[in-house]
């Protein structure tokens, strides 16, 4: 990103550096000098059944944290507070699409409803053990069913609400689920996303699928498998008020989450107890400072893993009152979220660099129709923040006042790994300045050796970390080789990044074939797959190109079978060919049709050449290793 080159930069305000929940810049020397001791201290701030034996077991790449520890994250983030005097305090402020349309759970409520649905899917078959498939729109049911989930030690599925019946299918024959939770339909943006006709297309083919629980939500007629399906209301009326919480070892799954990589196939992200919670919890507390009267809004979908680790269990396990917003940031108007923030009296805003530039381009008017004197602290996830929307954020959001926490982590890593300590850490526009305590990063050079000082290369992370993921499901193989066969006991990150003198990193992207389109993870390959299964297309590459608003735009070269022509008609069809296939969020914004592609002559792909088209450079740089160079003709020609 050209854009300023002299950054200024950022203390913490006087007033938010005396109450910030660390202002001792001395914990970082500290974490580094007895990492293990550090994190269990972290650790100690929690409820344990009991206590662990060792803090780390590193056998690489297999990691096992406070090790012989006995915990439940549900007891964590309700029993555990209700304990400590939060039972009338509220937990979930859930906010509907339509403006005003409100629910709100005290910690005492919630904690009784999902007592009650752990006992529901006990009744249906559910040990410990049996992952279960969670497909809902962002209403409260979802929260507690995962809550459920983790209170009778069954890892859930949380599949995100927009993935189509293909994806929904293939995520739930992988972990081979017993029960899939969903609901009629999921209103968003003042429309409904079909969720139930969804699930049901889907359910034609999950042989492992015995029992359907449909939350009530848009209303509309459902089809109900007799013998399958009931309603969520039906079988919490019938099941039993009370629920122990299973004691769960440190190292039993938590939940399995599915995040794209370099293949057509997702990857089932691992993650654990004991060493998650402990990560999530202090990471929520520390860059996030939640307190006991915030009212903390993380903006993303559930679906994803920033709303596993943000809206749910690092705020719940804080005892922090947590905002769960069901709608779009655009509807009924392009000022929703900050009416949701001026009533709600939200303090703590966690959004997205692709949501803030979309608000930048509607300038302010839609802002100054509203008090926003409640927030205090500000954040930013999912992608590279350009400056210029850093400072947009920081001036026109945060009045100047707020500091802004840049958060770099993965679904991997399952929570924040480098950002600033917002009381502490003096910010850069665009950086995600300086691994949280505790964590260890470096920059290496393409040969693997690590960079002195300042420099530009890739992301590494040199030690274990307490929410690391701990396989991908039923794949330990490809858990190896994507993330270890390279470094050996080194976390290979697939991200770039610059440091600089101060030692402040700035993450600058996948290196992979990973795209990042409004901070969605997509594989290249899996979009790809989706339009080769057209049978007008023989061959398909894509990239994602530079896009102001998205980050990423998905742009998708095809070559058609035999003499066929492309038509305006053949790109509506391929696109909802993958909108079917993954999602909406990964229909190609452009489709070019094209005779060849750019090979190498060991018949690779040079994406390289493709992006350099997709942005019309008219220097594609080296293109003499190709097999046939004139290709790169065709392809500008195709594209004008
Ligand atoms: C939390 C999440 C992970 C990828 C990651 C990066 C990119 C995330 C930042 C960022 C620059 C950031 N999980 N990324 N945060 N890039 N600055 N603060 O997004 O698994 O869906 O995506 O997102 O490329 O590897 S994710």
Redesign the pocket.
Known sequence: MAEETKVRTYEPPEEFARDANVDDASIYEEAEQDYEGFWAERAREMHWFREWDRVLDWDPPEAQWFVGGKLNVAYNCLDYQVEQGRGDKTAILWEGDEPGDSRTFTYSELKSEVERFANVLKGLGVEKGDPVAIYLPMIPELPIAMLACARIGAPHSVVFGAFSADSLRDRINDCVAKVLVTADGGPRGGKVTPLKANADEALEDTPSIESVVVAQRSGEDVDMAEGRDRYWNDLMDEADAECPAEEMDSEDILYILY?SGSTGKPKGIVHTTGGYLTQVKATTKWVLDVKEDDVFWCQADIG???GHSYLVYGPLSNGATTVQFEGTPSYPGPDRHWDVIERNGVTIYYSAPTVIRAFMKQGTEPIEKHDLSSLRLLG??????NPRAWEWYHENIGKGRCPIV???????TGGIMISPLPGLTTTKPGS?TRPFPGIFVDIYDEDDNPIEGAGKGNLVITKPWPGMLRTIYKDPERFRKTYWERLGDKYF???GAERDEDGYYT?T??IDDVM?VS???IGTMEVESALVSHKAVVESAVIGRHDEDKGQAIVAYVILEGDREGSEDLIKELKDQVRKAIGPHARPEEIIFTPDLPKTRSGKIMRRVLRGVAEGEDDLGDVSTLADPSVVDDLKEARS
Do not use: K, L, M, Y
């Open positions: 995040s994803w893993v920033t930013t996830v999912g992608e590279p923040i840049d958060t770099w982590w993965q679904t991997e995600a990150v697939e991200d993450i992207g996948r990042n901070g969605h993870r």
